[in-house]
């Protein structure tokens, strides 16, 4: 199991907000005052009752703890109630302090006490409060989580908390996307939920049926984890496992940096396609399962983590094309690799007799390469696309001379200042190759507004 002592801890004391025991008299006070707001829009209508709220008063009477507030305070100084409105109606509307508010509780008579009996019918005014408890429920304390804006908490966040506290009976998962969700929420995390929700993943490498409720947000935490390996591979591609750390890493980092919203675009785009290479192979996620299932009456089997690791790597560096005009027959070879023992184990870094298998990343990807996508390529001739270095100074000053220095697209002067990529005359998606033949250079703008089509060299 990982240690937890790698990851950074300091993030979080920052989001997670600041607690102190906060007494009824000084919430009373920050109502009188406007400072607090008992009902904002997102939170529930009034929903207690008298004999709920006259057990609430029993408690601090007798001086039981209750559960916490937890508070959003604005960079103005004003605090929302995220979770607490109930108990906070319940202690102000006892001691008569609800009267600008629409409430059953102004000023209520306590009923249904089981302990102190000889207080049910009592309301604040009666004597037995007035000289004696209405104070000591005035001093009593509730522990109040406030989370404030100015120290970085992003105000959004509120209505997440407000649903995990109200919806969800389970606590936090530590080290998930649930967790991280809440601490670093981006564009980049929201990008990842709208994944969450597309057919390619729920039904082409999800490890949960489409129909099931996903309360803990595995889905996310399953996304998260392969755009962290997909996006880091070289860094990774030694290593035998994927460490939650860079995980965080790799939400901390677009949290910290507030990566903008085109680039959040162009990780999306990218990982959608090899979503849709995946299922344009395979079909379904129990398609996927089944490679690995040992159990021929387990009928409906979603795939392991370790499995789809190694499938998304290898299927993120094919061509769209060549998946589609030979996935019959990729598929054949597939299942025909996953059929022996061996290759299931050294796939999946899974126990094979007494011995324990622990390949890196690199020579499982390039195990099934060769024993499946190559032997195809092979047999059919076709070259395998390599990916152009853009920062090759040697190449573009090849492409500039062969061009004259003008843009092929839009047959203007490509500048020294201007922004500038390479690219293929003939795509990759139709089998063109990465020779310096096949290339051209174009301004930046001009390879974003032509897209797929062919570039024509004069």
Known sequence: MESTETLDLTMFKLKQGTSSDTSVKTLARYYQDGIINLRPSYQRNEVINRKKASGLIESAILGIPLPPLYLFKDNDGKLEVIDGQQRLITFLGFLGRLTDM??????????????????????????HFKFSLNEKILDFTIKTFTFEEEKGFEPTLKYEIFERLNKNPFPIKPNSFELWNCIYLSDFTRMIKEIAKTDDFNYGISRRSPDSLDLRMDNENDILRYMTLLGNYDKLKDRNDLPKSMMLLEVESHFLHKTPLSDIDLIKKDFLKILRKTRLLFGTSNVIGQLVNDKALRKTVYPNLTLMDVLLVTISDEDEKF??????????????????????????NSKRGNARITNPYSDRVEYLKSKTFDIIRERYGVQKSKRINIRDLSLVDKLMEKQNGICPYCKNQIKPNDKYEIDHIQSVDDFGSNDELNLALLHEICNREKSNKKIIME
């Open 102 to 127: 629409k409430t059953k509780l102004n000023g209520f008579s306590l009923t249904g006490l089981t302990i102190l009996k000889n207080l049910n019918g009592k309301s604040f005014e009666n004597d």
């Open 323 to 348: 998946i589609m005009k030979y996935r019959d027959e990729l598929l054949k070879i597939i299942t025909d690799f996953f059929k022996e023992e061996d290759n299931r184990a050294i796939i999946q």
